[in-house]
């Protein structure tokens, strides 16, 4: 199943909700948001610095992990990226892999 990272902030509104309701049901809702599409929750932590939360879940596909960025965007509450987590064995399928590619300006079209 594919593996997705959520790096995610916070907006004012949103912090106010964590400092209201704590941190862990935060993790207990975004282990229901998984599995409300058909995934689990690998692990979710807060950070310091530029990202307050981490969030790595396994889902069926990229269009469960749209639905999940497009309901927790829609709150207005936290924003933040969605990225695909690939593993080494996955990259080295990809290194052998043909593909036809040119750089631009590197020769005749």
Same mark, same amino acid.
């Not at 790096?7 to 400092?19: A, Q």
């Not at 998984?34 to 995934?39: L, M, P, R, T």
């Not at 695909?84 to 990809?94: F, K, R």
């Given at each position: 199943m594919p593996k997705y *990272?959520?790096?995610?902030?916070?907006?004012?509104?949103?912090?106010?909700?964590? *400092?209201?309701?704590?941190?862990t049901s935060r993790r207990d809702v975004a282990r229901r948001a998984?599995?409300?599409?058909?995934?689990t929750l690998e !692990?979710?932590?807060?950070?310091f610095g530029e990202t307050d939360v981490f969030i790595i879940v396994d889902l069926p596909?990229? =269009?469960s992990a749209a639905a999940l960025k497009l309901a927790t965007a829609a709150t207005g509450?936290?924003?933040?990226?969605? =990225? =695909? *987590? *690939?593993?080494?064995?996955?990259?080295?399928? !990809?290194? =052998?892999?043909?593909?036809?590619?040119?750089a631009p300006g590197a020769g005749p079209q």
């Open positions: *990272l959520f790096r995610s902030n916070y907006t004012p509104e949103g912090i106010r909700g964590l *400092l209201r309701e704590g941190a998984a599995e409300s599409v058909g995934g !692990a979710f932590y807060y950070g596909d990229n =269009v509450t936290i924003t933040g990226e969605t =990225v =695909v *987590l *690939l593993t080494p064995e996955e990259i080295d399928q !990809a290194t =052998v892999r043909q593909t036809e590619y040119r």
